[in-house]
């Protein structure tokens, strides 16, 4: 592997699946809480949910492993709060994919039928 | 968030004649945009090089899976995290794959072509493309030109 290349790896964020990360009710439910924008503690995101701390912090250690959640400190609190950008590259992608497939079908179409 | 890609298209041809365009290796290469090796087998790799304008470094490799006649044609292909030169993996086996699928359905004026494309959930979620980004304006260029063609034909 190149100098360059490692370097390159180096700067992007983890290899985690988005997807998997989200793909869990509770998480989900966790990320509607938090994406308005407010961060929030985890005994607030632990309100409410018939779970514990720890079941909670475990689901926000895997959103925050994909970079959709991140830890801030607000004097001796730790908070949680909202990062859309790895959903929005996620989607950009699938956008891209799906243009993709326009792409090659409207050529499909015009092979076959021109 | 949606983690699958669903097409379908009208065609005015035949259902054997659009299995022909999907699974014949040559006919496929044309409207694909991919130079491939040999003919396409079920269970086996089918390798290639991309032939569209700005991609030509990219090689082409899928898994074929399925090649039901006039009905189902699927193959497994990786998404490589970038379309880089310098990104471009050697081998591709241990990259993430997706399911592609073609479905075939005979209507009366043809055939309707159904495509999916599933397991974007594999993904891991870190993909920069930094060559799509770059090229975005291209191919919005190119699908207009598409369009043009078609319209006009």
């Known amino acids: ?34 994406c308005a924008g407010q961060p929030y503690s985890i005994s607030q995101l632990t309100e409410g949910t018939g779970l514990t701390r ?47 497939w326009d792409q090659a079908l409207s050529k499909l179409k015009s092979f076959l039928e021109d | 968030m949606n983690d699958r890609i669903e097409k379908r298209m009208e065609l005015k041809a035949p259902v054997s004649r659009v299995w022909r365009a999907l699974t014949d290796y040559r006919e496929f290469g044309q409207w694909f945009g991919v130079k491939l090796d040999g003919p396409f087998l079920p269970g ?13 470094h990219v090689k082409w490799e899928a898994v074929v899976q399925k090649m039901e006649p006039e ?28 399911l592609v699928e073609f ?30 980004r770059r090229n975005e304006g291209g191919w919005t260029q190119q699908m207009k030109n598409i369009e043009n063609h078609v319209a006009a034909s």
């Open chain 1, 1 to 34: 592997m190149s100098q360059r290349r490692s370097r390159r790896a180096a700067k992007r964020r983890p290899r985690a699946p988005v997807f998997a990360a989200l793909g869990d009710e509770v998480r989900l439910s966790l990320i509607a809480k938090l």
């Open chain 1, 54 to 100: 720890q079941a909670i912090t475990k689901h926000l250690r895997v959103l925050e492993s994909v970079g959709i959640v991140h830890g801030v400190h607000r004097g001796r609190e730790s908070l949680f709060e909202f990062d859309p950008k790895p959903m929005e590259e996620t989607k950009k992608y699938l956008n891209f994919v799906s243009e993709q």
């Open chain 2, 44 to 56: 086996k790799v089918s390798r290639g090089q991309i032939t569209h304008p700005g991609y030509e």
């Open chain 2, 71 to 98: 009905q189902l044609f699927s193959f497994t292909w990786p998404h490589p995290k970038s379309l880089d030169k310098v990104d471009i993996p050697v081998d591709y086996s241990q990259e993430p794959k997706t």
């Open chain 2, 103 to 132: 479905r075939l359905q005979r209507t009366a004026t043809g055939t309707l072509l159904l495509v999916t494309e599933s397991g974007f959930d594999q993904l891991p979620g870190d993909r920069r493309l930094e060559a799509f």
